[in-house]
């Protein structure tokens, strides 16, 4: 992988990582607005977007984002998660049970110029994420579905208000875990229509054949900590969907 | 009804209370997020002054702060005055012998806040500062008003610690326990018990304070145990 800038990937990831009984070694770049990490639970998906985000400090290897090193075990660099030009949403993530809704959702602009914009920003995008009759109430009170579309309307806005021209890096672990095909194709598609006007990069985890194929992605499969292949949805996930389609028939077979 | 030893112990205990919250607050923090051998020193160091006996406490307290040794004889020289037998010193005192009170509250009361709440601020782009501030002192917030309420009450409930290191001055140094055990040496029970029965009002105050508000002594929605 050359070190030219003027073709800069979005982002290039060259890391081991000793998981407990595991190597994780990975080794990719993105280069497409959505990529979609896949494969099995354990496999070390979420160690990846960790590192990624700066909460996991790999054993070695290096992480750059464009033209800004993250992390260089060699050089010693290790930017701090608030100083990287990612935004991430974890698989743990849970919304603030001290603040309503709304103040979840402009939580990731409490550190830029300009607040009113990101009053006017959360409106909106509660508004088409179907939240407003909810904005005001504690996220205990909320369904998990709610909380999962107010989760990603969180994340959105804290990348959309994010203050650089450049626009960040969204990592989303299982975004849609919880939520039926229905709910997620709804949300996916305002999702991908706010991604799409502000030019937002996404990198997301996921162990689901079903909404890899629906993301219509490219993906990079990984398993036991090895990154397998890399391409197009239809090219990497062939075997995966015959399985799956396999087990629908026969699922259907069985309930007739 | 000794008034001057009550106003006295109360402007000792909210002094001190005031001094541990600022102290205590990174302390704390500090404990619950760290690990290994120095945590362990710390954690130890801090916990002293609940085994330690409060004369043994105030006998070195005494030395320290008097001529007899080389930092004592520092802050004469800085302060003026030598800091035993003074109110300064008393406040000096009981910063150290409440430190346990105020810390361990607070230690309780972060290490209950989930992990996953600061990695998601510092996920939408909060530094560790600001996520502190912003989720990790709200979510904690009852073990803050636990820590200031002990600390309060076990200040005005001292005893060892004021009589070797303040003596037993009216005015100065005699607080409202020291006032007690001067009226029963002189066997005058009547005004004993008045005393006594503020010191105990304080007491059943400070203890419904903690179980009775709502969201005291619990973080995260769960209660924690912070009178252990």
């Given amino acids: ?256 | 009804m000794d008034f001057e030893a009550l106003w006295l112990t109360l402007r000792l205990a909210v002094g001190t209370t005031a001094i541990l919250l600022v102290v205590a607050l990174p302390l704390a923090w500090w404990i619950a997020s760290g690990r290994g051998a120095t945590r362990a020193l710390v954690q130890a160091v801090v916990a002293l002054p609940l085994v330690l006996p409060p004369t043994v406490l105030g006998f070195y307290l005494l030395v320290a702060l008097g001529p007899l040794s080389a930092p004592g004889r520092l802050l004469i020289r800085v302060v003026g005055h030598p800091l035993a037998f003074s109110f300064a010193g008393l406040l000096v005192g009981s910063v150290i012998y409440s430190l346990p009170f105020a810390v361990q509250p607070l230690v309780a009361g972060f290490s209950a806040v989930d992990r996953g709440y600061i990695e998601a601020a510092e996920g939408l782009g909060a530094s560790a500062g600001r996520a502190f501030w912003s989720v990790v002192l709200p979510l904690a917030r009852g073990s803050l008003l636990t820590s200031a309420v002990l600390t309060f009450t076990h200040t005005v409930g001292e005893f060892g610690v004021v009589l070797m290191l303040g003596g037993n001055i009216p005015g100065s140094t005699q607080t409202l326990s020291i006032s007690l055990y001067d009226k029963v040496q002189e066997f005058n029970y009547a005004a004993a018990n008045r005393t006594a029965l503020v010191l105990v009002g304080f007491s059943i105050v400070a203890l419904l304070t903690i179980y009775l508000l709502p969201g005291v002594g619990k973080a995260d929605g769960r209660r924690v145990d912070v009178v252990q």
């Fill in chain 1, 1 to 256: 992988m050359s070190s030219n800038s003027s073709s800069a990937h979005l982002l290039t990831v060259q890391i081991e990582h000793w998981l407990g009984g595991m190597p994780l070694n990975a080794k990719f770049s993105l280069n497409r607005p959505w990529t979609v990490l896949f494969g099995p639970s354990g496999s070390g998906k979420t160690t990846i977007l960790r590192s990624i985000a700066g909460f996991v400090r790999p054993d070695s290897g290096r992480i750059v984002s464009g033209t800004q090193i993250l992390f260089d075990s060699t050089a010693k660099v290790f930017v701090r998660p608030y100083r990287r030009p990612v935004r991430s949403a974890g698989q743990t993530t849970r919304l603030f049970p001290h603040m309503t809704v709304r103040w979840n959702l402009v939580y990731g602009n409490g550190w830029t110029s300009k607040p009113a914009e990101a009053m006017g920003l959360a409106e909106e995008l509660m508004a088409s994420f179907g939240l407003t009759g909810i904005a005001d109430r504690m996220p205990d009170r909320l369904s998990g579905g709610e909380q999962r579309r107010a989760l990603v309307a969180r994340a959105v806005v804290a990348a959309i208000t994010f203050d650089s021209p450049e626009k960040p890096l969204l990592l989303m672990d299982e975004p849609f875990s919880g939520l039926d095909i229905v709910a997620r194709d709804e949300l996916l598609v305002e999702l991908r229509t706010w991604l799409s006007r502000w030019k937002i990069p996404v990198l997301s985890v996921t162990h689901d054949v079903g909404e890899a194929f629906q993301l219509g992605a490219e993906v990079i499969k990984i398993a036991d900590g090895r990154i397998v292949q890399q391409g197009p949805v239809s090219e990497v996930l062939t075997e995966e969907r015959a399985r799956l389609l396999e087990q629908l028939s026969a699922a259907a077979e069985n309930r007739a």
